[in-house]
Structures are given as structure tokens and as C-alpha cells.
């Protein structure tokens, strides 16, 4: 698949992705590499993944435990620490490898060391491939609030290698799939179409589908790279599914990213057909398709005044202002949309019927 060029960067994919790297590698002349990892992918990825490097750099590999639950600050510094210990100066490297966590984190990390050494992106899951690891984004949670602290700084390099899906399980594999059907709903809506029935689609080309997910995101986010504008249509669903996704991360069942994403969009599709943005009959198609790949979480009750608490930590409010991006009909978004908790209430009403 040809590469797909961003903000100073390039996507780079599977075989040809890894001649880039080891070019890369070659070029730059870096003092030590170190791979910041999870015990998942460590075990399942690490050992194809370093078999493929043309270096005769250092390479030290540094494994945290698997989780949203490791993406603060504590873990941060315990990985600073281990790079001061072993010497790191501003000429090395860190190559992220694995899933969200790891991507946002060890980009967080690399950014700040030494006020920013290079990085490099390996996602491991389809989540991190289409969404995470997209677009410069870098941070930790504080507490259960979700993406607090961060930086917005690209690495060298993204490489896509999609054999590591096979590693995955059928859950993580779903997740992924929320937020690829969210750049249809915001963006494509040929493209979400695909989707509508998933008994349609041919996962044989699943790596196109996946290519095109990546193209989505980054056309929107090379518009507006700081998240002043348009790049807020990336949030579609994420409003609510974040304060869902905190809600839920200390509880016994914690939901995965794309888990509460999928609840989010719901919802918020419900307010955009509330507010008129959305026909009837596209929010039936909506519903009918999200419902059939996700299924449905209990949300009590007696839980929403707390969910309504967590909407006020948002990273995308202003003025003290819950500001939601809302569809403007498949295909099409309306951003810094101002929502009455009455409509927030009906939606929640709405998916539990």
C-alpha cells in the first residue's frame, strides 16, 4: 500500500513499512534505541518485530503492564528514570510498540525526555492503527479522566503492519472497528455504508478498509493539526463515551475504548436526530448497525448524575461549556454544539428502551 504523507511525517505500511524504518534507522545515526512495550505485545509482537531491524544500535526494551490503568504519570516517570539510568541523551530513540496505551504514553514520554527525542509508532491493535497512533496526539489520564495531560508532537514515523492483528483477540478486534465506523459517520458516508452489514463486508480486503480509515483521519486532521477547528469532528461519540469509559474503568467491568466510543456515538446520534441534524431514518440505520456489532451496556439510573459529573473534565469544553461534535447527516458534522442536559437525559432514555 502506498505510504500516506502527514504533518512531517510519513504512514508507512507492513513490508514496505519496514524498509522505511531501517532507512530511517540508517539515516540518523541514533545513540540507542529503546522499545517502550506492554507484556501483550512484548510477548506476541516484540520477537517478529526486532527480527526485522537492520541496526547495529543498542536496543534496550522497556515492557510495562498491559491497561488503561498504567496511562498516568507514575508510569511515565518510572520510564523516564529506566532511560536516565541507561544513558539515553537526546539522540536516542524510543520506538513505541503495542496497543493505545502505548502509543499515547510512550509518545508522551519521548516528547517531553530531554524536551523531545524522536519516536517511532508500531501499533499492534486496530484501535491504535486507525485512531491512537493518528495524528500526533500524545498523553496520560489524571485519575479517570481521560487524556489530561499530553502533547501534540508527530513522530518520525508510523508503520502499519497489520500481520499483528492476527494476535488479537475478537474484542479488541471490535473495539478497533467503533472508531473506523465513526470516520464513516463524520467524513465518508460511502464509507460507512460499507459497514451497514457487516455480513457484506469482505474482510479479505480488510487492509484497504483499514487504509482508508488511517486516510480519513489524517485528511481531517491535516486541516487543522491543533484542534482549533475541524479536527474536533474527530470527537464525534467521544463526549459522552468518555465520561462512560471513566465511569466504567475502576468498576469490575471496565469497558474497552472502542466499547464505550460505540455507546457514545449512539447517544450523541440520538441528540443530533433530537436537534434536527439527523433524519429518523438515518438514525434507525445508525442504531440498527452499532446495536448489532456492539450489543448494549446497563447503564443504572442512579449512575448518569456521575456521568453528568465527568462531562465537566472534557478536554474539549470551553468557558466552563460542554461542547459536543453532533452529525450534520451521515457524511457530515457540526462541531461546538452546545447540548441541554434535557436532551442528554432523553438519549440515555432512548438506548435503554
Excluded at 509518545?107 to 509508532?121: C, E, L, M, P, Q
Excluded at 502533547?151 to 467503533?178: E, N, V, W, Y
Amino acid at each position: 500500500m502506498q505510504a500516506i504523507h502527514a504533518d512531517g511525517y510519513s504512514i508507512v505500511f507492513n513490508e514496505d513499512g519496514y524498509s522505511e524504518l531501517n532507512g530511517l534507522l540508517a539515516a540518523n545515526s541514533y545513540s540507542q534505541i529503546f522499545v517502550i512495550t506492554d507484556s501483550n505485545a512484548n510477548e506476541f509482537c516484540i520477537p517478529d518485530f526486532l527480527a526485522q531491524l537492520e541496526t547495529e544500535v543498542n536496543i534496550e526494551v522497556i515492557e510495562i503492564e498491559p491497561g488503561e490503568e498504567q496511562k498516568h504519570i507514575e508510569t511515565c516517570v518510572s520510564i523516564w528514570n529506566v532511560l536516565t539510568e541507561y544513558g539515553a541523551d537526546r539522540k536516542a530513540l524510543v520506538i513505541n510498540v503495542g496497543g493505545g496505551v502505548v502509543t499515547d504514553l510512550g509518545g508522551f514520554v519521548a516528547s517531553t525526555f530531554k524536551r523531545g527525542i524522536d519516536f517511532i509508532h508500531v501499533p499492534t491493535t486496530l484501535l491504535a492503527m486507525v485512531d491512537a497512533s493518528v495524528g500526533g496526539k500524545n498523553g496520560v489520564d489524571l485519575g479517570v479522566l481521560k487524556n489530561q495531560v499530553g502533547t501534540i508532537t508527530p513522530p518520525k514515523l508510523l508503520l502499519i503492519d497489520t500481520d499483528f492483528l492476527a494476535t488479537l483477540p475478537q474484542q479488541q478486534m471490535r473495539s478497533g472497528l467503533a472508531e473506523m465506523l465513526k470516520h464513516g459517520l463524520i467524513y465518508d458516508k460511502p464509507y460507512w455504508r460499507k459497514f451497514v452489514d457487516l455480513s457484506q463486508v469482505d474482510f479479505s480486503d480488510f487492509d484497504q478498509l483499514i487504509y482508508r480509515s488511517i486516510e480519513i483521519k489524517q485528511e481531517i486532521v491535516s486541516q487543522d493539526p491543533t484542534e482549533k477547528g475541524i479536527r474536533k469532528a474527530l470527537n464525534f461519540g467521544h463526549t459522552l463515551g468518555h465520561a462512560i469509559e471513566s465511569f466504567y474503568l475502576e468498576s469490575e467491568n471496565p469497558l474497552l475504548h472502542g466499547e464505550a466510543i460505540a455507546v457514545g456515538m449512539l447517544l450523541e446520534a440520538h441528540i443530533s436526530w433530537q436537534k434536527g441534524l439527523l433524519s429518523e431514518a438515518e438514525l434507525s440505520e445508525i442504531t440498527t448497525a452499532i446495536t448489532e456489532i456492539f450489543g448494549k451496556v446497563e447503564i443504572d439510573e442512579n449512575d448518569l448524575p456521575e456521568i453528568f459529573e465527568l462531562l465537566k473534565h472534557d478536554k474539549k469544553n470551553e468557558y466552563g461549556k460542554v461542547l459536543f461534535s453532533l452529525l450534520d447527516g451521515i457524511g457530515g458534522i457540526k462541531i461546538n454544539a452546545q447540548v441541554e442536559n434535557e436532551l442528554i437525559l432523553k438519549a440515555f432514555a432512548s438506548y435503554k428502551s
